[in-house]
């Protein structure tokens, strides 16, 4: 499930409930939306800054911001299972055909 994190990273606050989601890893499983007690979502910032939310339900782990590079957004969101926004849409380029 979606956490609410604000952070500042070199000087810029970070804020998910501010930004718009473009992936997740979150699912429903039937009893919960945590993939093994963690979930990653990556954002799109108001001004165009992706970053990763990365949360957990486990005692002594800390939800966390992690800024990521336009490119590595665009890997991330290959890899994340739940689309939010077109690719098009979050990137500003359309993918390449094979």
Do not use: C
Request: proline share 2%; no cysteine; charged share 30%.
């Amino acid at each position: 499930m979606r956490a609410h994190i604000i952070q500042i990273v070199d000087g810029v606050r970070y804020n998910t409930e501010t930004a718009e989601i473009v992936a997740s890893n979150e699912y429903w499983d039937g009893n919960n939306y945590e993939r093994s007690g963690r979930n990653s979502h990556l954002y799109k910032s108001k001004n165009g800054r992706f970053f990763l939310g990365r949360s957990s339900q486990w005692q002594g782990e800390n939800d966390i911001i992690e800024p990521v590079s336009k490119e590595n957004a665009m890997e991330e969101y290959e890899n994340l299972r739940e689309k939010e926004m077109e690719y098009e849409t979050a990137f500003g380029v359309e993918p390449t055909e094979a």
